[in-house]
Structures are given as C-alpha cells and as structure tokens.
C-alpha cells in the first residue's frame, strides 16, 4: 500500500539554525508532491509542491523542498529558521492508483523552534 | 474570498449519541475530502468525493461512519452511535479536481468533536 513517512515526529531548533525535515514516500507512479504546514490555531495550508520539472521548488517564507526520485524522497528544507515557522509540517503525495486518485499525508512533524 | 468552512466548530456530545459534521467547499471545487486528526496521529483520511460520488471510502473506520454530498456541494460527515474514541478534530478539505499537478488541498477550520 501507498505510504508517505516523515521521520522526525518532533524538532526543536534555535533561531537562526537549519532545518531539514525528511519525507519519503512508498509508490512506484507518477506523483505530485506537496508540504502543508499547520501553524498554531491556524488552518492546513499549502507550502509547497511539485509536480514536474526543476526538482528543487521553492516554497513560501523561504522554505524550499527537493524531490530525488531515486531516493523516493521530497524533504523540506529552511537554512535558517525563525521562531515564527513553529508548527506542525505535513507531507502528502497525491497520485492515481487502483482507478482513483490517492492524497496521503504523512504523520506531520511538529518543529519548535526557540526564541 | 471565501474558504472552506465547516460546522459546528466545536461539538460535545454523549457516548452513543449521532452527530453529523457539515463542510462546505470552495465554490467549483469538485473534490472534497474528509480527514480526521487526532493527536499524534497525523491526519487520517476518511472518504473523498468527485462531485457526489465517492471513489474512495476506504478510509471509514467503521460502519458508523457515512458521508453524502448533494448538489456537487455542501457535505455532511454522520458518525452514529458515537464512542469515545472518535474523539478528534475532523478536517474538510476541497481541491479543483481529485488529482493533477496542481491540485493542491484548502482546508476549513476543522470540528473538535468530544465524546464524553
């Protein structure tokens, strides 16, 4: 079965430090690639995605994601954070599989990150 | 302009009880989606729509779990009979279509479901 698996459940980082959050994902087709990012008392949205060409694409404040297709991976990546990116980062591959199209989040990643 | 809202915002209700949850979509969004998260568990997907059918209900964790939409619109999420651990926050998202390259998800605020 489909599958996407973000490794880090919890990150703490200090302002200014880098951060790179892993994702790698179970499906052998064609996907489209998408980080959510839930900030606190705020709604899932939309930070990034990929669906063809340059496999590094970049996102909004500063966050940028690269899809290696060998490596089934698509981590997310800041080099220098700041306290306001705390929240929770999801994962999600959205692919056509078994006569529908499939949209599978991973588990999230709550990142802290220290004032 | 308007986003996905959902309804009620916060419901308590009684162990054995029926609840119905209601999401309203982004006009001309086709697709719509039901998630349920819990903590610690990310976010789990319940059923999708494309317009009013649904292909894909395998996420219902039980038959006590239904959906419908009408009119290509509006969606109403039934647990009956509830137990304590549908306890969450359940999650109404709609997308333009059910997949392609840019068919990214916008989610509504959420219904924080108790059941005591």
């Known amino acids: 079965a489909q599958s996407v698996s973000q490794h880090n459940h919890h990150v703490i980082l200090s302002e200014a430090a880098s951060l790179e959050l892993g994702c790698n994902y179970s499906?052998?087709?064609?996907?489209?690639l998408f980080w959510y990012v839930q900030y606190p008392g705020q709604h899932l949205q939309l930070l990034l995605k990929y669906f063809s060409g340059d496999p590094l694409v970049k996102g909004i404040k500063g966050f940028e994601a690269e899809f290696i297709k060998s490596k089934f991976s698509f981590n997310l990546r800041k080099p220098s954070v700041q306290w306001s990116d705390t929240a929770e980062y999801f994962c999600a591959v959205n692919a056509y599989t078994s006569g529908t199209y499939k949209y599978i989040f991973g588990t999230g990643t709550r990142l802290k990150v220290l004032a | 302009g308007a986003g996905v809202s959902q309804s009620p915002s916060n419901k308590v209700t009684e162990k054995g009880k029926d609840v119905e949850l209601r999401c309203d979509p982004i006009s001309g969004h086709t697709a719509l989606y039901w998630y349920r998260q819990s903590l610690g568990q990310g976010l789990e997907f319940l059923i999708y729509f494309q317009g009013n059918s649904a292909p894909d209900k395998s996420g219902l964790p039980s038959d006590r779990f239904s959906a419908e939409r009408t009119g290509g619109s509006v969606s109403t999420l039934t647990i009956q009979r509830t137990q304590q651990e549908d306890s969450a926050v359940y999650l109404c998202?709609?997308?333009?279509?059910?997949?392609?390259?840019?068919?990214?998800?916008?989610f509504g605020p959420g219904t924080r479901l108790t059941v005591t």
């Open positions: 998202a709609s997308s333009f279509a059910a997949g392609g390259p840019s068919y990214e998800q916008y």
């Open positions: 499906y052998g087709g064609t996907v489209n």
